[in-house]
């Protein structure tokens, strides 16, 4: 017979509580994009099939500002 391997132990509900809790959006941000700007991401949206476009503004929004971030990190000197 083959020994089974040993699963770890299940992880703590109060732990998966607090990791959904921080993950909510509590925070309501409001951008306005004039007709070109619209159209753009209208176009995009739909050749692309997105159909949430929050996403698509989270995700560009943050994917620069992390990117920023780690560009202009602290130096020694």
Known sequence: MKKRKKLPGAVDPEYLKKQKASLVRRHRQVIYLND???????????????????VLYREAVMEKVLSELQDSHPTLF
């Open 36 to 54: 070109c700007e619209m159209a753009a991401i209208d176009r995009y949206c739909s050749r692309f099939n997105i159909r949430t476009k929050s």
